[in-house]
């Protein structure tokens, strides 16, 4: 059983378009939501992260929309740009600092 | 600093065969998990530990077994290696409470034959 379900799993988007990568949740005991970005053969690395009782986060060209009510949130990736193109992990937080991460969305950005 | 050190980088191993995928981390980080990758299953927990001497079962803990005598080093054993566990494993340590800002090894790709 997924606990955070994340879409589309891939998703294409010309250069200084907006990308966006969706995740939904259904435990409402999860109380941090991180996103991680992977390049092939590296590990997943922190790229911005948003508690529950914030609807909107920005760091950089990157912004998380969070909806408490609908248990949802999302990616944003403003202007995005060839070097965005990775894949893409929502993540949650639940007990004992456990993440339980979305399946992934390949972004590619085209020139 | 080296940050998460794993190894070895690819193995192949056989049916029933063991194993150890080491982890190491030079941060005095407190958290690590094990997590592998699958494709379209995203990363799913095998075991974390809180400090050395504690650790505690993930989602997918069948299989593997770890240990924590060190805060540095979080070795995952493969008791006896099935096809299923043909994976990336990934490690991961963490400096905050939260557990959030977890720094994540390269990855140890293995295959079982």
């Known amino acids: 059983q997924q606990q955070v379900k994340q879409s589309p799993q891939s998703l294409i988007v010309q250069k200084g378009g907006i990308p966006i990568i969706n995740c939904a949740y259904e435990n409402t005991a999860f109380d941090y939501f991180p996103w991680y970005q992977q390049f092939p053969g590296k590990g997943p690395a922190l790229l911005i992260a948003i508690r529950p009782d914030v609807s909107e986060k920005k760091e950089g060209r990157f912004t998380i929309s969070f909806n408490k009510s609908a248990k949802q949130f999302s990616l944003h990736i403003m202007d995005s740009q060839p070097g965005d193109s990775a894949t893409y992990f929502c993540a949650a937080r639940g007990g004992a600092q456990k993440l339980v991460f979305g399946q992934g969305t390949r972004l590619t950005i085209n020139p | 600093n080296a940050g998460v050190t794993q190894t070895p980088k690819f193995q192949v191993l056989k049916t029933g065969q063991s194993m150890t995928l080491q982890c190491a981390q030079d941060?005095?980080?407190?958290?690590m998990s094990w997590y592998r990758q699958d494709p379209g299953m995203g990363l799913r927990l095998i075991h974390y530990?809180?400090?050395?001497?504690?650790?505690d079962q993930g989602e997918v803990p069948n299989g593997y077994n770890v240990s924590r005598s060190t805060t540095e080093d979080f070795p995952l054993r493969l008791l006896s290696a099935a096809p299923s566990q043909t994976s990336v494993y990934f490690c991961a340590s963490s400096y905050d409470t939260l557990g959030v800002g977890y720094t994540f090894g390269s990855g140890t790709r293995l295959t079982v034959v």
């Open positions: 530990s809180v400090g050395a001497g504690i650790t």
């Open positions: 941060m005095n980080h407190e958290y």
